[in-house]
């Protein structure tokens, strides 16, 4: 039997905690953060066939329904999500994945922390071991939170299913950018192949998650396209969708970061940003980053927040201002870094 | 010493052959087809360093130099191309990579055969153990030629030098599009680990091979896909670049398959053609399929070539007439395949 003990005095750098959590309950739900990611839902996938083929109960509860994007994992794993009123399923054990904290999870933490179920939390970002979770498998190496599912699965000695192993590999593609981004090691390119190994067919889920757009997301990308604009010596570029354009793409379910590749593929380019206006007249601003600027830097202050390479803020300006603003915090950051910034 | 057999007596689905012949000669000359693209670059790379570290003397010469997105290789490795009147380097081998026939090398090709070296064959297509090699290696299920010059590294015990381990990874990334297309097996994200446990930036590859964009590709694309049509119930979708834009794409060294990218990627698409005008009134047409229609059947009716998924033609009509064209056979090919085709 588990004692519940708190966090501190475990080791969360092992799977051993929750191995020892997941033998002694039959019962568990899991969540993870709002608007879950691929990481996220791929890591639920992973960990419901874990439980479920060790004959436990288990259900997934998101605080947001699956989008579009993802609709595909629900031909072999049961989605739900917070319906105001439903009551929760019952479990004795809440796993968190992809987060650490129940404010993450909007109102669907309140209803969990009121049903004070037991929570574990697993996860790959810094600070995780601080989190909610009396008990917790946190490594901040790890590419993804699925990659962490996948240790639980090899320290049982049980061989992945083929929806499990989808579901590893959505973490893992959502999490380096399709194998991309700086995160990309060797073992997240063998564990790829393991994954295909066991049943994964790896060009079919790029066309699920990358290649069921809508009619209109060619124009869309078009028109934000020709919008574009270089400013600070080809160093700064960015790309706005006016308030028509945001609802377009909303229609047609256009992932509107797609925009933001083209120009972060420039060779000069150093920060790349994207300015949506909303319905109420505020401007979501996204940025990125390529090379070493700080763009979580720049959001903090613009009451944002994010990481090293994506941020975001959301500001109460008209769009030629907040561009204004963005660009001289931008000009600021490049100058501290000693590069150029044009006349 | 390596007896000169015919290849129809050479087994070549095992490097051996090729291992004897290298064992047994000094001096090599290592080529490729005509505008080589990643996977014969990369395979060069890897094979040059192998040979070299090996004690051979060993030079690479193609028949087209390398372009810009591919200049980082040289920063490790020497490539020449032919010029004319210059000599061909004296080599007792030559071997060509991701190619057979020294009818793909162009002008280069006929110099070679008046040179007469024993012509050696590393590839992976299908026929090219039929190829113009005395000696061969052909697996038609390696994902790229670079993994077949892995192969060698691993037959001689030798552990891959970081330059050739680039080469070795480029070659595959050429091949399965970043690990997308449906080559995408076990074997090659295995290899892809083991490349960047041998010092391969996969981050930092991504970067010099698809971020290095000259600023006016941005709204090249815009431009391009803001013409973007889509016809035949949604299956087929074409964009054209009139004469002005394809000069603006050279000016930029914009690849201009990108176009096609964001049509590729809508739901219901069968097939994407891209209409290029040259300077000289004729229209280069590129056709990509995404589902079962096989291009390369229609770009064989318009008197053009290329894979089942890929393929090309030059038409000598007006644009508007080689757009109607297309969409004729296209509709054709839907119709044969029982797809609808609207009205």
């Known amino acids: 039997l588990v004692v519940h003990v708190p966090i501190a005095d475990a080791d969360s750098s092992t799977p051993r905690p929750i191995l020892d959590l997941i033998a002694a309950h039959q019962s568990f739900v899991l969540s993870g953060h709002e608007n879950p990611d691929g990481d996220c839902l791929g890591a639920q996938v992973a960990l419901y066939h874990l439980l479920h083929g060790l004959g436990k109960r288990v259900a997934i509860v998101n605080p947001d329904p699956l989008t579009r994007t993802y609709d595909f994992l629900a031909r072999h794993t049961p989605f739900s999500s917070l319906r105001p009123g439903a009551p929760l399923p019952a479990a004795e054990v809440l796993v968190l994945l992809d987060c650490a904290w129940l404010s993450r999870l909007g109102k669907l933490g309140e209803r969990f922390a009121a049903a004070r179920n037991k929570i574990a939390v697993i996860d790959h970002h810094v600070g995780s071991e601080r989190g909610d979770g009396s008990v917790a ?46 995160n990309t090691d060797a073992r997240a390119l063998k564990l790829a192949g393991q994954l295909v190994e066991a049943g994964v067919d790896a060009c079919a889920l790029y066309d699920r998650l990358h290649r069921r757009n809508q009619p209109d997301s060619v124009e869309i990308l078009g028109t934000a396209l020709i919008g574009a604009r270089l400013r600070l010596d080809g160093r700064f570029g960015y790309a706005c969708l006016d308030r028509a354009l945001v609802e377009r793409a909303a229609r047609a379910d256009f992932d509107t970061d797609v925009v933001m590749e083209p120009l972060r593929s420039l060779d000069r380019i150093e920060v790349v940003a994207l300015f949506k206006e909303r319905q109420d007249g505020a401007i979501k601003l996204s940025l990125r980053a390529k090379g070493g600027i700080d763009v979580h830097a720049i959001a ?28 001289q915090k931008v000009r600021e950051a490049l100058q501290a870094a000693g590069m150029s910034v044009g006349p």
């Open 300 to 327: 903090a202050q613009l009451g944002g927040g994010g990481h090293k390479k994506a941020a975001g803020a959301t500001l109460r300006l008209p769009i030629a201002q907040a561009i204004t603003a963005v660009e």
């Open 137 to 182: 498998y946190v490594d901040h190496e790890a590419p993804a939170t699925g990659s962490l599912v996948h240790d639980l699965w090899q320290a049982l000695g049980r061989a992945l299913t083929p929806p499990a192993a989808e579901g590893v590999m959505l973490s893992l593609v959502a999490d380096t950018g399709w194998f991309r981004y700086s």
